[in-house]
């Protein structure tokens, strides 16, 4: 049983650090923009701004959704940083979803203010993935916890 729960742990932990990695809005217009949650990638000419660097640049003033996009990211940190504490059983898999829907939702802002914009279609791919890995992955801890309490 002991090895099934690692398991169980490895394959979260690898699906989270999976959801870093794959494109959370990808806004098409004259050109392609890949919106990270560890930076922002453009296809004309590819280049790659991380978070760093866009902050350095970006100190006299954001819109909104571009802060919502910054706060997803650290809020994905911490789910990420709660997955790999699960790696040895010191995760709390309500935490670890929570963190997760709130990353995704705080996508759907970005995408919208983009998509806003005349000839700009933004698509929040990884919001998406991100909503459903929480509901996959981390909804039955949340069912177990209710179900305990109302007994």
């Known amino acids: 049983m002991r090895v099934a729960r690692r398991r169980e742990a490895v394959r979260r932990f690898a699906v989270v650090l999976a959801l870093g990695l794959v494109p959370w809005t990808v806004v098409a217009g004259r050109d392609l923009t890949f919106v990270f949650p560890f930076g922002l990638l453009n296809d004309d000419p590819w280049f790659l701004v991380t978070v760093p660097e866009y902050l350095q640049y970006s100190r006299y003033g954001r819109a909104a959704a571009i802060d919502s996009w910054l706060v997803g990211a650290g809020v994905y940190t911490g789910a990420l940083v709660s997955a790999l504490a699960g790696l040895s059983g010191w995760d709390d898999r309500r935490l ?18 983009f998509s806003l914009r005349p000839g700009i279609v933004a698509v929040p791919v990884g919001s998406v993935l991100l909503l459903v890995a929480a509901w996959w992955h981390y909804w039955p801890a949340y069912r177990e916890w209710v179900a305990e309490r109302v007994e």
């Not at 670890?96 to 203010?113: E, M």
């Open 96 to 113: 670890t979803g929570g963190l997760l829907v709130v990353a995704g939702v705080s996508q759907f802002p970005l995408a919208q203010w």
